[in-house]
């Protein structure tokens, strides 16, 4: 089960590599989605998928799944929200501003002498 | 006191709150934040002189015993980097109140320096690997909101970049620690320090520490991963920069010398030589920035790349000495960045251009400015009663001792092509023939200069005063050489 969550992590983590090195702002930040996403499932396994019940006391089982990943995934995930959208709504005023999405249009030569 | 170390934290978490209540009410805020500040710059003295005088101080929060919860850990390296911080951010926004502007002090500047503050402090105190990735994030959103706050054009445009990097960064940090966990099971950072000890430093445990160098050196711009580092840092006002520029890339160097000596100091022969020749070229290509711009901001902006390689060469030869001139050259580059991130602020407001064609003969109306410049130009050269001299001194003759003749020796050329760059802006912007200039008035010039005096003269002061501040460096270093320590204290066994 680990292997086949190694490769799709490494699936998730290629194409975030691929959107990032584009043009387009919006393809850029669809890319830092996917590496969130790689990131946050790698959390999960690399405790091990063993079975075990959901970490509930009230689950009375003999044993449970590591509770320690889940709660950094879920720190992980607010984060990385937050810094989504603050990510959105400044590529949507730099669009208004500047006029394009094009990474290949932004650059600045501001002090460069 | 126990809970004296979660001071330096709250203070600024509980004034942040506060101030983001009433943002419209611009001298009220100032009050607040300045005095508040002052109280934090208060507990962290505190904090030192206990440190100095009972040893390492833990909080273990909410009370669960030390693997299990978040343990904060106050070690000298640490207090006194808080204090630092503390201290620049003090100054920083006593400049800021004539220099910001008041549409950006109405849109929660001030709240934002807060968490800026927060972040920092914490990364500082935490003893949690995931509990710095948090503190990273909440430094990293500070400083993305100043960064943008204004919405010029190239702010908008550096901040898109600056964000990119660091998100990426921060996934990697986050894929990093998973590692980890996976291999050592425990995320508090005594506890993994043990753990490694015990398995004694396995093949995949020196890949996590060139993962962590990679992140790390993301942060703290070390030679192939300083490339977003010019251009963002160019793009926000000059309090701002002088802010990123003393205590962002600190952190990250922090985390670097922390992670360096705590963790991964079993098998230092590739890991410690990875950072040894990571660091030679950070200042290699420092230099050739620095001496090639003709840009004030730009020209400072490379000298902390330079810096960032002196300090972690120090740091990578595991040479007590050397070790020692690093933590010492840490404090002295975050004071002396932000003076001359300052003052150099101030020539721009009152030329109104940072093209050092464009300016000269400064010294003809505001001689205060242009010897204050001088002195600090000398300092962040490392001119011997100044404070630059005594770390490099140290970090020199610790690679001496080391045999390590190459580093040692771009270490002391270094400061050559350094002095040359500050040198540079001396002689083209406050000598030679005055121009007419029409940025602000004489009294706001004089008043920004002030406020950047304070820390050319504390710089003055750490250099004058070497001997005195010894026995606290020779604590931080001790801790760094010797990691029972640093576990002992956390896991009080």
Known sequence: MEIVMAVVVGILFTSAVYLMLSKSLLRIIIGTALLSHGAHLLILSVSGLKGGAA????????????PLPQALILTAIVISFGVTAFFLVLAYRAYQELGTDNMDQMRGNEGND | MTNLLILPILIPLFTAIILMFISKYVKVQRGISAVSTLITVAASLVLINTVHQDGIQTVNLGSWVAPFGITLVSDMLSALLVMTTSIITFIVLLY???SIGVDRERFYYYPVV??????????????DIFNLFVFFEVMLMSSYVLLVLGGTKAQLREGIKYILVNVISSALFVITVAYLYSVVGTLNMADISRKIAVVNQPGILTAIAILFLLVFGLKGAIFPLYFWLPGSYYAPPTPVLAMFGALLTKVG?????????????????????????????TMVLGCIGAIAYWDVKKIIIYNIVIAVGVILFGVSTMNPEALEGSIYYLVHDMIIKAALFLLVGVMIAITGTANL???GGLIKHYPWLGWTFLVAAFSLAGIPPLSGFIGK?????????????????IVLASSLLVLYSVIKIFLNGIWGTPKEYNGVSKGDARYLWMTSAVLVVLAVGYGLGAEALRPLFSQATEVLVNPDLYIDAVLKE
């Open chain 1, 55 to 66: 970490p509930l006391l009230g689950e009375h089982a003999e044993s449970y799944v590591d």
């Open chain 2, 96 to 98: 800021s109140f004539k």
């Open chain 2, 114 to 127: 807060q968490f800026l503050l927060v972040g920092v402090n914490g990364a500082f105190t935490t003893g």
């Open chain 2, 253 to 281: 160097v922090y985390s670097i010398i922390r992670t360096y000596t705590l963790f991964f100091y079993h098998d230092t022969g590739f890991t410690h030589e990875i950072l040894g020749i990571l660091a030679i070229l």
């Open chain 2, 357 to 359: 064609r464009k300016m």
């Open chain 2, 393 to 409: 001194f140290l970090i020199v003759r610790g690679s001496f001792a080391g045999e390590d003749y190459v580093g040692a020796g």
